[in-house]
């Protein structure tokens, strides 16, 4: 009988560590690249310009840069897991940036919109073709302060890249995630989880051998944020389901350098802007316009 049990034990065990292996392909892989739309910057009357940079392992990143003639600072926006620069177009505050003397670059991080790349690294990856993209700006467009605007998980991958790339000035964190077993779960449960205490590791390892990275140590910002010495603007809907305000907050506490948490009620995931569209790009200008400088100029106008 004993042997049966044990017998039962390692098939259903095997079965659970096949279905995390195929879960990670799945989170790897299998991600949406976002639908590729018809509208551009110019619907709104601004002047921009098709461009494409090189990541670090020579796959192509495309976007659109959004060119203020009057300003070299210019401001990064990162879409969050399986988005785009047409998803993000409506959402971020690209007319407000541009009509407070900053320049604009959206981009279709890798394995989205028309980029290269099939794989996702949850957010390590999307970081790379940040610190690439901020390269790009100040060799090919003279730009000397640099910002970053990320939602969700590209929010989590701007501040990665704040942490692993110089030049990058300030960032504004909507909606990130703080790690990724505070995102599987729900905080404070985890230990009382055994299925998470038991397969995450597993979980992890897998996307570790998948990737080649230390996918858990690398996007740990509970942990990573301790030596964030760039400014900080984390914001949060306390009714986010999809990440738990707890996630901002704990980046919040932890964050090692000048930083900012606005904690809105009534919004939901990536949802303060639709709330309190005045006030949120109000909050958003003001962060970068304090932290960004204008070498032709002093600030905005």
Partial sequence: MIPVIILLSLLGTGRALYNIGETINGQVYDTPRGEVGTVNPGDWDLPFEDVEFKTSDDLTVKGWYVDNEGSTRAVILAPGKGANRWDILRAAPVIRLYENNFDVLLFDPRSTGESDGDRYGFGYFESQDIANAVEFLKEEKDVTSVG???????????????????????????????????????????????????????????????????????????????????????????????LGPINSQLIYENAGGPKRLWLVEGAWHVGAHEIYPEEYLRRVTSFFDNYLINDKGDRSE
């Fill in 148 to 242: 970053v605007w990320g939602a969700s998980a590209g929010a989590s991958a701007g501040i990665i890249a704040g942490l692993e790339t110089p030049g990058i000035d300030a960032i504004v964190a909507d909606s990130p995630y703080a790690n990724l077993k505070i995102a599987a779960s729900n905080y404070g449960k985890e230990r009382e989880d055994k299925v998470m205490q038991i397969f995450f590791p597993f979980y992890m390892g897998i996307a570790r051998f998948s990737l080649n990275f230390d996918v858990y140590g690398k996007t740990n910002l509970v942990e990573r944020v301790k030596n964030l010495e760039t400014p900080l603007f984390l914001v949060h809907g306390l009714e986010d389901r999809a």
